[in-house]
Structures are given as structure tokens and as C-alpha cells.
């Protein structure tokens, strides 16, 4: 960074921890929240809760041992006294504060033990004719070692020196009533006394407007760059043959729904496209996602290309690899297995079939694209649960072959407002129907105190004939695994005692990965009866006989894996059932996320409603999220702005790219990696 007064590398290598790496970079370091150093307000007057700037001399002031070691000190104004309190502080603080002197605090009012009281206040050390700042004094997100009045005074320093063009015309600002940019940002560096530190901090005011409308227009603007470049790139056409896919086709036990057909269709059309498909099919727990993938890998195989289909868990890849034999062996097509639990030997054979081009379809984990792994021909790539995978895997994928199509399957039901924002560059299709003769799961919320009639209904679930999954919470401790594991061996333990009449069966993360796959084998065949499970059953695994499912500590969990959980029943004709026990006491957000559970079956409704509950980056995954990037915008309270800033985007690519480009460069100059999610 280059500044007219040179920045100590130390101070520099702080800013690049924030995210600064040019000057321009800290016109939008704005702030987190202001601090009111414009008036006093007298002692007399305080009450607890409130964040104010008071004004006293220091009566009294010592280092106390009891309860903890503890400055305290005592301002007083008048008659009427405050205590500052600090549990952290240097010699010179103590020095600062000593008896006789006038000083300034600003901090938080709060009842303790000696009345009212600060908490480390900010203070400083004034005469009476200290003037009063003239506005907000604006809080910056920092790091250890860079101070506030450091930063601020490099942002200052950026504010008069750098022009702040408005990237947007005027007649667009006022059709949107948006205020200039320039104006904007001023006045959220310093703010004046007039407009009220809650607008900003709610970030209401119209400045914050701008600047969220700004930031979701770039986002907007260069999803759809991104877009319109692949369709720039070259993938191989793979159009329809049919003579696989309707083989398959012929063989199902089942017609596809309207809504399967619909997506095989987009996704048959993108294939024939000599520009590299990248789409997301979006699909409910159990709305048969999998026979159109199938179909997918069928038409790229007609071709004589090869497919890669990868899942985040072995449990996962495995079951769709059996699927898939079951499915395709009668066509000619021998899948190959790759996972990393693989024997060196086993995965070297694996490698030799898909570099040699010997097969045409690969199922596995992310073992699949290692760099020992050389596709010989791979025309098309297929990951189930993408949002699983974290952010570098997704980049390994692109990279690799010469640009194969791309399918993405989820079955997190993403509310509209998200996948505007978050997949603008991705085309979407929705299964929107699930399969027909399947009975609505009942819910039913029971207190753990009533455990033993769960463990009745287990059982006449199993002598009808049915199957029935027990899940096991993860817990979230440090050594969460391990609690995990123990509570599934017990729970497993417990349910083997009180049903001795029952084949019960564990699964568990810990299990070697060949276990594992026997133990679910068993109760897919049903030479299980009852499967205690932790939460590795969460996603894909299909045994329509099971119809019965009890998530024990429901209260512990989070609405999707609870709803993807239930999912795994109510997969066959039978009816089911879900209990969900909780145990007291059940806190306030639990509560709120069982009820949701117990009302909804719809997994779009549940995941609007989680959405309200827990906000944007934690339901895709924040890691991953193209939305948790977003600074400043919040797509919940936002949505307005994400609406015009969608529709502008369009405006502007199409009829003014200077101003698309010149908004772009503003805002993306240095975040290449914004989209690549
Ligand atoms: P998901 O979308 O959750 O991956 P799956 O692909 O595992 O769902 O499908 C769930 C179950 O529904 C499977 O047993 C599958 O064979 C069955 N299925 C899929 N499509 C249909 C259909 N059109 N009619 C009947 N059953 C279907
Ligand atoms: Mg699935």
C-alpha cells in the first residue's frame, strides 16, 4: 500500500489481517458501532443499561484482591458517585486515574456490587475545558495491535485523499433514491451529532443503504460476469442418444414425476451445450434426485465420455455406487469405487481403469479428485450434497480435465431470496414434488421422562415387520466425536437390554469405513431390525422398510439435520412415524426450532424459517457461503435492496458496462475469489 506518509510494515501487515491491502480498501472499513463522546451526561442521571460519557474526579482509588484482583475507582460529580471497575490494567492506567484528577469515561451502566458501575470504560484524563467532539466517534473492527485512534486516522487520511467518484449516474442514484456515494460514506466515518447512533448502528440509515446496495450490486454484477464467461468456455457436447438413458428409463419400477422430468430435461439440454454446464438441482430428502443423476451419467456416457460421481461421505458414495450397480450393470457399465480407505493396491487398480478410460463411471469420495487421479475422457462431473464440501474441493473440481459439465445436488431447500444471492451464477433447477404413494411422516415431540413407551413402540414396530433408525445426537463439546460415540454405545447398550427380542445394530463416525458398510448392508437387507445411529445416517441413506424414526436429544439439534433426519423415513408405502425426544430443560431457541419441526413437513418453509432463526451463513455453511461475504448487506433484512440489485445488474450489463465495470473494479478489485464458491 502506497501512502503519501509511509505505513510502518508492522501497522501494514495488521491491515492486511483486515483485509486491507489498498488505501481505497479503507474507505469501506466502516464502522462497527459509534461511541457518543458529543455530551456528558451527569452521574445523577445514569441508569443501568445505557451507554454514555460521564465526567467526575477521582475520589478514590485502589488495587482490591477480593472477589478477583480488581482496580477500583470511584469518579465523582457533585454529590453523586460512580464506580469504574477494571480487571485488566497496566501501571500507567492506575496512574492515569489517580486521585484529584478530572477524567472522561465512556462505557456501559451497569448495576454491580458496589451500585452502579463501568466496566473498563474507555477514559481519558481532561481539564474542564476539554472541548466535546464535534460528532460520533466511530468504533472500527481492528486487530490486536492496530488502535482505534491508528486506524481512524489512517481512514481520515484515505477520505481526503482519495476521490470518491460515484461509480453509479445520477439519474439511477435518484430512481432508486439512493444517496451519493461520496456523501454516504462520509458520513458514516463521522457521522454528526444530529442522526441517532441506533439508525446507524441498525444500519438503516440511508447511507448504510447505499453502501448494502453498492455491495449487493457487485456481488450481482459479477455472478452474472461469471456466468456469461462460461458460456464463453468449451465442454464437450454431449448430446442425447437415449438408447442408454432409455434403457434405464424402461427398467424403473417407477415413471419419473413431472418434476423429474422437467429437470431431465434442462439437464439433458445443457449436456447437448458446447459450454460447460453448472447446474444446481435442488431437491427435498427423498424427492429422487439420485435416477436423475443416473440419467445425467447415462447421456454423457452415450457419448463415450467418462462421469465422476462424488459424495461427502463413504457412506454416501457407497450407497450410490450399489445404486447405481444395481442400475447399470444390466446396461454394460461396471462402475469403479474410489475412496480414500481404499488399500494402496485396490486404489492404484482404480486409477489405472479411470486413467486408461477402461470405465466410464467413477463413484467415490472426494478421493476422486486427488492429483494422482488422471480422468481419461471425463465429460461430466456430479457431486451430491455440494454444500458438504468446503470451498477448496469445489476449486480442485473446476480445475480439473479439460472443463466437464458440472450437476451440484442438494437437499437443503434454499429459500428464493438466498439462492438469488448465492447461486446468481449458477442455474438452478428444483424438484418441487416428491414421488406419489408415499404416507405423510407424522412428528410427534415426547419428553424424555416417557422413554420406555418409545422403546413399546420400537418394538411393535419391529415384530410388524418395519425397521427403525435411533439417532443420536452430536454433541457440540470440544472432544464432540468422542462424547458423540459414547452416548450412541450407550443408547445402543440400553436398546439391546430393554428389546432382547430385537436385532439391533450400531453405526457411528469412528467405525472403520468397511464396518460401517456392513452394518448398514445389515440393515438395508433387514438382518437388522433397529439401527442406533449417530449422525452419519444424516444424509442419502434409503431403506424404505424403515418407519420409524427416534432422534433422541432432538432439542440438541439444528432444523435442517433434523428435517433431513426425518427424511429417511416415510420412504415406502407404510405410514411413519418420527418421535422426537427432548429433554428438559428445552431453551428458548430449542423450543422454538422443535415447534417449527413439529408444524412443517415442507422443507423450503422450514429452511425460510430457519433462515429467520440462525441468518444466512450458517445455513449454507459459512465457510462456503458467497453470502457470508457479504459485509455489510444482510439478505434478511435487505431483500429489497438484493431485488433492485439484481435488476440493475442486468440493466447495466446490458446497456451501460462501463458503469457494471467500473462498479466492479470498486468493489471486486481484490477479491477474485468472491464467486469462487
Ligand atoms: P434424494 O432426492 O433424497 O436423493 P433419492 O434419489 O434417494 O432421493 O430417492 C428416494 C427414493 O425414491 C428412492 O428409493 C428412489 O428409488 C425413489 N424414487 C425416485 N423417484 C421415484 C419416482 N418417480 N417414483 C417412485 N419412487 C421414486
Ligand atoms: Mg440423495
Same mark, same amino acid.
Not at 432432538?554 to 433431513?564: D, I, N
Given at each position: ?5 509511509? /505505513? ?34 451527569? /452521574? ?45 490494567f497496566y501501571p500507567s492506567q492506575q496512574k492515569q486515574l489517580a486521585v484529584g484528577k478530572t477524567i472522561r469515561a465512556i462505557g456501559e451502566v451497569r448495576m454491580g456490587y458496589f451500585g452502579l458501575e463501568m466496566v473498563h470504560p474507555k477514559c481519558r484524563a481532561v481539564d474542564d475545558d476539554t472541548p466535546l467532539q464535534q460528532s460520533l466517534?466511530? *468504533? ?21 485523499? /482519495? ?28 457521522? #454528526?451529532?444530529?442522526?441517532? =447512533?441506533? #439508525? ?12 448494502k446496495f453498492d455491495e449487493l450490486l457487485a456481488q450481482q454484477l459479477s455472478m452474472r460476469v461469471h456466468h456469461r464467461e462460461r458460456n464463453k468456455r468449451i465442454a464437450p457436447t454431449l448430446p442425447p442418444q437415449r438408447n442408454l438413458t432409455n434403457a434405464l428409463l424402461n427398467k424403473l419400477p417407477f415413471t419419473l414425476t413431472n418434476a ?40 454423457? *456416457? ?26 447399470? @450393470?444390466?446396461?454394460? *457399465? ?23 478410460? $477402461? #470405465? ?12 494422482? /487421479? ?25 480445475? &480439473? ?10 437437499? #437443503?431447500?434454499?429459500? %428464493? ?14 424438484? $418441487? ?25 420400537? %418394538? ?19 472432544? =464432540? ?28 463416525? %469412528? ?30 441413506? $434409503? ?25 429417511? @423415513? ?24 422443535? &415447534?417449527?419441526?413439529?408444524?412443517n413437513s415442507d422443507g423450503f418453509i422450514i429452511a425460510q424459517q430457519d433462515l429467520q432463526l440462525r441468518g444466512p451463513g450458517e445455513l449454507l455453511g459459512a465457510r462456503q457461503s458467497g453470502v457470508a461475504m457479504l459485509r455489510f448487506a444482510d439478505i434478511r433484512e435487505d431483500e429489497d435492496l438484493l431485488e433492485q440489485a439484481r435488476q ?30
Open positions: 500500500m502506497k501512502t503519501p506518509d509511509k /505505513i510502518p510494515p508492522a501497522t501494514l501487515a495488521k491491515l492486511a489481517k483486515l483485509g486491507i491491502h489498498h488505501r481505497a480498501d479503507l474507505l469501506l472499513h466502516l464502522p462497527l458501532r459509534y461511541e457518543d463522546e458529543t455530551h456528558l451526561t451527569p /452521574i445523577a442521571a445514569l441508569d443501568a443499561g445505557v451507554t454514555v460519557q460521564v465526567q467526575g474526579v477521582v475520589s478514590h482509588c485502589e488495587v482490591m484482591y477480593r472477589p478477583r484482583r480488581s482496580l477500583i475507582c470511584r469518579l465523582q460529580e457533585g454529590n453523586d458517585e460512580l464506580t469504574l471497575r477494571f480487571l485488566n466517534t466511530p *468504533i472500527y473492527p481492528t486487530t490486536a495491535g492496530l488502535s482505534q485512534p491508528v486506524l481512524r486516522k489512517l481512514i481520515v487520511n484515505a477520505l481526503e485523499n /482519495i476521490a470518491l467518484t460515484d461509480t453509479l449516474p445520477p439519474a439511477l442514484l435518484k430512481k432508486l433514491q439512493l444517496t451519493p456515494f461520496g456523501d454516504s460514506l462520509r458520513l458514516l466515518h463521522n457521522p #454528526t451529532p444530529d442522526i441517532s =447512533a441506533s #439508525t446507524l448502528e441498525q444500519r438503516s440509515h440511508a447511507a448504510w443503504r447505499r453502501i423429474q422430468q422437467k429437470v431431465w430435461r434442462e439437464i439433458s439440454g445443457d449436456l447437448a451445450q458446447s459450454h460447460p454446464m453448472q447446474r444446481l438441482l435442488l431437491g427435498d430428502v427423498g424427492s429422487g434426485k439420485t435416477i436423475v443423476a443416473a440419467l445425467a451419467a447415462l447421456q454423457a *456416457i452415450e457419448n463415450g465420455y467418462q462421469v465422476a460421481f462424488m459424495a461427502p461421505t463413504e457412506i454416501l458414495a457407497e450407497q450410490h455406487f450399489l445404486k447405481l450397480r444395481e442400475w447399470l @450393470v444390466a446396461l454394460g *457399465i461396471e462402475p469403479v469405487w474410489l475412496s480414500g480407505s481404499l488399500k494402496k493396491k485396490e486404489k492404484s487398480a482404480a486409477a489405472e481403469r479411470i486413467a486408461s478410460g $477402461d #470405465t466410464l463411471l467413477a463413484v467415490g469420495t472426494h478421493a476422486l479428485f486427488q492429483a494422482s /487421479i488422471e480422468f481419461n475422457k471425463l465429460g461430466l462431473v456430479i457431486v451430491d450434497e455440494q454444500h458438504k464440501f468446503g470451498v477448496q474441493q469445489r476449486l480442485a473440481l473446476r480445475n &480439473k480435465g479439460d472443463e466437464p459439465h458440472q450437476l451440484m445436488m442438494s437437499a #437443503t431447500p434454499i429459500p %428464493r431470496t438466498l439462492a438469488m444471492s448465492y447461486y446468481a451464477d449458477l442455474d438452478v433447477s428444483v424438484i $418441487d414434488e416428491l414421488p406419489p404413494g408415499r404416507t405423510p411422516i407424522v412428528t410427534k415431540l415426547v419428553s424424555d421422562a416417557r422413554r420406555e413407551e418409545v422403546f413399546e413402540r420400537v %418394538r411393535a414396530a419391529c415384530l410388524a415387520g418395519r425397521q427403525v433408525y435411533w439417532v443420536c445426537p452430536l454433541i457440540e463439546e470440544s472432544d =464432540a466425536m468422542e462424547v458423540e460415540l459414547q452416548n450412541a454405545i450407550e443408547t445402543h447398550q440400553q436398546l439391546s437390554e430393554a428389546l432382547p427380542e430385537l436385532k439391533v445394530g450400531l453405526a457411528h463416525g %469412528r467405525l472403520p469405513p468397511a464396518e460401517k458398510a456392513a452394518v448398514m448392508a445389515a440393515f438395508k437387507s433387514g438382518a437388522l431390525q433397529l439401527l442406533v445411529a449417530t449422525t452419519v445416517i444424516e444424509v442419502g441413506v $434409503d431403506v424404505p422398510n424403515a418407519s420409524l424414526m427416534v432422534i433422541d436429544h432432538a432439542e440438541r439439534m439444528g432444523l435442517a439435520q433434523l428435517h433431513q433426519l426425518r427424511g429417511r @423415513v416415510g420412504r415406502g408405502a407404510a405410514e411413519s412415524l418420527c418421535v422426537l425426544l427432548f429433554q428438559q430443560p428445552v431453551s428458548e431457541l430449542a423450543r422454538a426450532r422443535l &415447534k417449527i419441526i413439529f408444524e440493475i445488474a442486468d440493466e447495466l450489463l446490458q446497456n451501460s458496462p462501463d458503469v457494471a465495470r467500473a462498479h466492479l473494479q470498486r468493489w471486486m478489485a481484490n477479491k477474485h475469489d468472491f464467486l469462487h464458491v
